[in-house]
């Protein structure tokens, strides 16, 4: 079974830039998450869909983060403008069922300057 | 709110002895409880998880976690620790569903130190 596939895996730019962040979960899981991991912290939910459809982004700061899952598959997480505090590690989950525990990518490790 | 405690930083323990990682949580409800282990670089792998049934529960790469409901605690153990287990551990919670969602909360990390 091949895993959840995260790309890039680093990406350095300035602030207020823009950048994208991209996943493949894994075949026939239904649910996905954006976790935003800080160093020193532990992953904060960003946004959780149920195939295209959006369940809960109530702690994605809407005014620069966005995220889309189109067709129920891959998903893209989108910064603009970036800020200084957004660098941290961007890791996608997916999950099969409801019980199940959840299978993380590598992650996007973002630096902003 | 849902939330999970890990009150150690870092846990030092030497190679060949038992180790403990603290989890402690709060929710509403009966717990679902989860141990993930991060390697550097790398995303988080699940370890072990709780539902129901028995009080311990045996997962992956030797490790085993006991729920205990009057403590609202899910301890992470293995009786003999390798250098390998040098890693990042996080519990995580969550309750029954709240509109659907299911989202886990995690912890902030505990790094296991193994040492030869």
């Known amino acids: 079974e091949a895993g959840v596939a995260q790309s890039p895996r680093y990406k350095i730019i300035e602030k207020r830039q823009s950048v994208a962040f991209w996943c493949n979960p894994i075949?026939?899981?239904?649910?996905l998450y954006w976790y935003q991991q800080i160093l020193g912290q532990g992953p904060k939910l960003l946004i959780q869909f149920q195939n295209n459809g959006v369940v809960d982004d109530s702690q994605l700061p809407k005014d620069r983060f966005s995220a889309e899952r189109l067709k129920g598959v891959d998903s893209t997480l989108k910064i603009q403008p970036a800020k200084l505090e957004d660098s941290a590690v961007y890791l996608c989950?997916?999950?099969?069922?409801?019980?199940?525990?959840?299978?993380f990518g590598n992650g996007t490790r973002l630096t902003v300057t | 709110a849902q939330s999970v405690a890990q009150p150690e930083d870092q846990v030092n323990v030497a190679e060949g002895n038992p180790l403990t990682v603290k989890c402690t949580y709060s929710v509403s409800g009966n717990p679902y409880l989860f141990w993930y282990v991060q390697y550097p670089n790398r995303g988080l792998q699940f370890l072990l998880k709780y539902i129901t049934g028995d009080n311990l529960v045996k997962g992956s790469y030797g490790f085993e976690a006991e729920f205990n409901k009057s403590q609202t605690s899910f301890h992470l153990k293995k009786p003999s620790a390798l250098v390998s287990d040098s890693a990042l551990y996080f519990c995580?919670?969550?309750?029954?569903?709240?509109?659907?969602?299911?989202?886990?909360?995690f912890g902030r990390g505990t790094s296991l130190i193994v040492h030869p």
């Open positions: 989950a997916s999950r099969p069922l409801v019980n199940s525990p959840l299978h």
């Open positions: 075949s026939g899981h239904a649910t």
């Open positions: 995580a919670v969550r309750g029954p569903a709240s509109g659907g969602s299911y989202i886990p909360t």
